[in-house]
Every structure is written in C-alpha cells, then in structure tokens.
Nanobody, 121 residues
Framework: QVQLVESGGGLVQAGGSLRLSCAAS????????MAWYRQAPGKLRDLVAS???????NYADSVKGRFTISRDNTKNTVYLQMNSLKPEDTAVYYC???????????????WGQGTQVTVSS
C-alpha cells in the first residue's frame, strides 16, 4: 500500500502563494489519478484538483486560474501550486491516490495525513 506524505502547508496572508508537495513511497505512474482534496472545519472533504496518469487535469471552480496541479513521475511526487490565496482556502489539504481496476472499475483510494493551510485576511 502506498504511503503519501504531504508538506508545504503553513500560514500565509491573503494574496500570497504556497506550494504543496505529496511524496509517494512508490511509483505514482500506476495510479490512474492523483488528486488534492481539502477539508475545512465542519465541512465535507472536497476535491480541489486532480491529474491523471496521462496528464489531464481537473479543477474545482473555486480554484480555477489560481491553483495548478502537476506531477513528477521520476520523483514520485505531486504538487499543488496555490496562488492568489483567499481566506476561504483555509483547510487541511490531503493528497489522494486512486487506483481503478480496468475490468471491474472498482476503485481504491489512498490518503496522506494532511497538511494545514491557513490564509489570513
């Protein structure tokens, strides 16, 4: 089972930037999708951005144009560049690896421990 370790969170003022990293314990190429989710206090965990093994990306409407997800298969690492941060971006950010069986479409999800991002106004 893959281990995912997030880093790069912290406290930043509104309008600032942060880059989150997610280091995997094994090759991420075998996972058909890598993603970042976030969870604010009292709210559900929501998808922020995802990237497939083929490089296709998807973003939540709230972060389009501000966040960029990327992956470096040689380093088994996924990144989330966050620019123009807003107080509403404050949350714990989680890295996710999704494995989907080709024949059954059954999915397996693996999670990191999360990293706190706090944006002050």
């Amino acid at each position: 089972q893959v281990q995912l370790v997030e880093s790069g969170g912290g406290l930043v003022q509104a309008g600032g930037s942060l880059r989150l990293s997610c280091a995997a314990s094994e090759s991420i190429f075998s996972y058909n999708r890598m993603a970042w989710y976030r969870q604010a206090p009292g709210k559900l965990r929501d998808l922020v951005a995802s990237i497939t093994s083929g490089g296709s990306t998807n973003y939540a409407d709230s972060v389009k144009g501000r966040f960029t997800i990327s992956r470096d298969n040689t380093k088994n690492t996924v990144y989330l560049q966050m620019n123009s941060l807003k107080p509403e971006d404050t949350a714990v950010y989680y890295c996710n690896a999704r494995e989907r069986e080709a024949r059954t479409f059954r999915e397996y999800h693996y999670w990191g421990q999360g990293t706190q991002v706090t944006v002050s106004s």
